[in-house]
């Protein structure tokens, strides 16, 4: 509880600086930070009118890209500080706090065509990566529809053990940051059809579909 409440105190600390951290960012792990969101805006392969949920929406950057295309767009996050940056910037997105490890808001049950999310689920292991996208499929996914995921990964094990040799200083030993390769299993053993592809030397997108019907089929 008090590591839970250390993270969210440093995300509240964050959050009038984070854009400028982020954006630009040349070291690990935000390399190529713009990147990582066009890949995850692509992958998601959004029309006009479709509803998309931000999960872990921060300052509001990637919802603003699915805003822009027309989309119909909330966003949920822990972070008081941080919503309060996303709806300076994005009056037009319905905006949520809530800790989505605890139980779906009612106000994210509504049936989204899309669920996006960057340089979020880094914060969970990857038992608890895998409840949260099943929950979030079981209720709050429409028929059709499917998760993108970009955040700090490597494709594989010994990618991940070579990254976190080299970049030993800035390297978060509290985060669980994603192993391709292992994610795609996990995510399969779960039901879900998956594919991680690496987009910078840090960071990676998943692309995942419900191999089975979903709770509101």
């Known amino acids: ?20 951290a982020v954006r630009g960012a040349a070291g690990f792990p935000f390399a190529g930070y713009d990147r990582v ?11 006009q ?3 998309v949920l931000d999960v872990g929406v921060g300052t509001g950057t990637l919802a603003r890209l699915f805003l822009d295309a027309g989309c119909q767009v909330w966003g949920v996050d822990v972070s008081t500080k941080m919503l309060a940056q996303a709806r300076q910037r994005l009056p037009g997105v ?17 049936g989204f065509d899309r669920i996006v999310s960057t340089y979020f689920f880094h914060e969970f292991p990857m038992t ?5 996208i099943t929950r979030l499929t079981d209720h709050a996914l429409n028929p059709g529809g499917f998760l993108v995921v970009g955040d ?8 991940f053990e070579l990254a976190r040799e080299h970049w030993a ?49």
């Open 152 to 159: 700090v990964g490597f494709p594989d094990r010994k990618a």
């Open 37 to 47: 969101l066009g890949a995850v805006f692509r992958a998601a392969r959004v029309q």
């Open 94 to 110: 319905r905006l949520v706090r809530a800790d989505l490890t605890r139980r779906l808001p009612e106000e994210v049950r509504v």
């Open 169 to 217: 200083r800035e390297w978060d030993e509290e985060a669980f940051y994603w192993v391709g390769d292992e994610a795609v299993r996990a995510l399969e053993q779960a039901g879900f059809d998956a594919v991680y592809t690496q987009v910078t030397v840090s960071a990676g997108v998943l692309v995942i579909r419900p191999g089975r019907p979903s709770a509101s089929d």
């Open 1 to 20: 509880m008090a590591q839970e409440h250390d993270r969210l105190s440093l995300f509240d600390r964050w959050a009038a600086k984070y854009d400028q």
């Open 49 to 51: 009118g479709m509803r």
């Open 128 to 132: 608890e990566k895998v409840a949260l």
